[in-house]
């Protein structure tokens, strides 16, 4: 079993930038993809970006370039470099290890105009 915790969220204006810090705990080791997702207000959650242990990154198009994922694999944690900011970065960010079910409680990011 593996315990998530997400960190970092606040209130940011828009065209500032942000980190967010997702800690894992529990079962670790080689092989497993680390993904941050975002659900807003009346929408689906949607992928934002993912890494894998050797540091391979996707990001979903709203936020390439913007936004950056990294993760420090001995203290099993996974970052969210946000940058640029825009109020329709609005969201719940959520992390989670791919294809497994386990999720983080979520942490609130607002931008403000």
């Known amino acids: 079993q593996v315990q998530l915790a997400e960190s970092g969220g606040g209130l940011v204006q828009a065209g500032g930038s942000l980190r967010l810090s997702c800690a894992a705990s529990?079962?670790?080791?080689?092989?497993?993809?680390m993904e941050w997702y975002r659900q807003a207000p009346g929408k689906e959650r949607e992928l934002v970006a993912g890494?894998?242990?050797?540091?391979?990154?996707y990001y979903a198009d709203s936020v390439k370039g913007r936004f950056t994922i990294s993760r420090d694999n001995p203290k099993n944690t996974v970052y969210l470099q946000m940058g640029n900011v825009k109020p329709e970065d609005t969201a719940v960010y959520y992390c989670?290890?791919?294809?497994?079910?386990?999720w983080g409680q979520g942490t609130q990011v607002t931008v403000s105009t």
């Open positions: 989670t290890v791919r294809g497994t079910g386990y």
């Open positions: 529990g079962r670790s080791g080689i092989g497993y993809v």
């Open positions: 890494i894998n242990w050797s540091g391979i990154t």
